[in-house]
């Protein structure tokens, strides 16, 4: 935890970095096809690669809710900017600070948080999306090594990621996520490879691309905590996962709402500018109101997780609100620019397609709303003064 001080600093720079450098650079994701490097290295430099690892691996140590005041912050620029070193702090990372033996930490984490190493995450399969249980990639025994085969898919960071956690069964009588176990695996991996990138409709600077896994070979340390717990692994690293995407949601939010109320106070139709006419401030108090109460939802819930409290419902509702909103927000900011709305000329048409992604990645909004049901179910009727 940073003193208040030095997290204000950090906000500060950043501010300064999202207004100057990175939203000037949006055009440049779909030109490009990517981050600009130069960017990469200042996002580097600003120690956002490991923001959440702990300072004793090189990172910056922040709690939740302090990596969420971050991202408020950072998400007001692309999502792709984001999406760069989302996984290194994120799923790509929580495996090995939870659950890595000391060997496992001290050669990714520092890298990781210097963003000198990229992480991939692989979960989902050509065969596998939702039912995450049904794995089928296969890791078997072979003397004291491991073999594994199976193909993943949509794996973001995979065309540079440097170190993959592979979830993949290695018990192979089973059918359900208690045969699945976690390992982590190199690039430079005989038998590991990697598909063409992959074309998106949003998200130009983040990429993503099929892993396929022939008969690599690893060794018994490569496997990320014990045999079986490849599925609590990845459902724990998805859960605190589910925050940070929401959070993402509601900084985008506040730009999408921003870039609205200025086009409105500019753009004049009969007479006067549209912020004028009531139809037009309905759609700004709508998404004003979804952004707010997003806002407050994820500050709970990171609340709940740094001290330790049961969230994984609230992490699914904070996704679930989260993503369908800033869909809502961005379809009315849209609407708000009109025609231009539509045009590449605006920052709009852009931040449109990327935040599409937020209702399906990490669990999309059906499998949410089966979690908090599952455990609404499961928990009965609240008490009352107890949510
Ligand atoms: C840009 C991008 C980046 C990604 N990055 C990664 C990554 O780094 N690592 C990784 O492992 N995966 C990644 N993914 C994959 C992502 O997590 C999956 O796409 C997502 O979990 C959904 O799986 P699916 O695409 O197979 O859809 P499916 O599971 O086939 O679902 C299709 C539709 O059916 C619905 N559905 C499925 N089951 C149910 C049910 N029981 N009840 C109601 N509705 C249901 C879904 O909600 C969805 O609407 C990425 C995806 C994208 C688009």
Known sequence: MLDRETLT??????????????????????????????????????????????????????????????????????????????????VGS???????????????????????EIAAF?????????????????????GEAWVLD????????????????????????????????AFLVERDTPGLSVGPTDRKLGLAGSHTADVTFDG????????????GEGFKIAMSALERGRIGIAASAVGMSR????????????????GKPIAEHQLVQAMLADSEAEAFAARAMVMEAARRYDAGEPCGKQASCCKLFAA????????????????????????IEQL???????????????IQQLIIAKQMLRDGPSALRRH
Request: proline share 5%; net charge negative; with cysteine.
């Open 122 to 142: 692989c979960l989902t399969e050509p065969d596998v999306g939702s039912d995450a249980a049904s794995v089928r990639s296969r890791a078997r025994r072979d």
């Open 9 to 90: 600093q950090i906000l500060d720079t950043l501010e300064r970095f999202v207004a100057e450098e990175l939203i000037p650079a949006e055009p440049r994701l779909d030109a490009e096809g990517g981050v600009p490097p130069e960017l990469v290295a200042r996002m580097a430099e600003l120690g956002l690669f490991g923001m959440a690892l702990p300072e004793e691996w090189g990172g910056l140590g922040l709690t939740l809710e302090e990596e969420i005041e971050v991202l408020l912050v950072l998400c007001r620029a692309s999502l792709s900017f984001r999406s760069v070193l989302g996984i290194n702090n994120g």
């Open 324 to 347: 369908e909103a800033v869909g809502r927000i961005a379809d009315r900011a849209l609407q708000i620019f009109g025609g231009a709305g539509y045009m590449r000329d605006y920052p």
């Open 94 to 116: 929580y495996g090995i600070l939870k659950y890595g033996s000391e060997d496992q930490k001290r050669r990714h984490l520092p890298r990781l948080a210097s963003g000198e």
């Open 150 to 181: 199976g193909s993943k898919r949509y794996i973001t960071n995979a065309p540079h990621a440097g170190v993959f956690t592979v979830i993949a069964r290695t018990d192979p009588e089973s059918r359900d996520h208690k045969g699945l176990s």
């Open 352 to 366: 449109y397609r990327d935040v599409r992604v937020l209702r399906i990645y990490e669990g999309t909004s059906q």
């Open 255 to 270: 730009r999408l709402i921003d870039e609205a109320l200025a086009y409105a106070g500019e753009r004049k139709t009969f």
């Open 216 to 227: 690599c070979r690893l060794p018994a340390e490569a496997m990320l905590g014990g045999e």
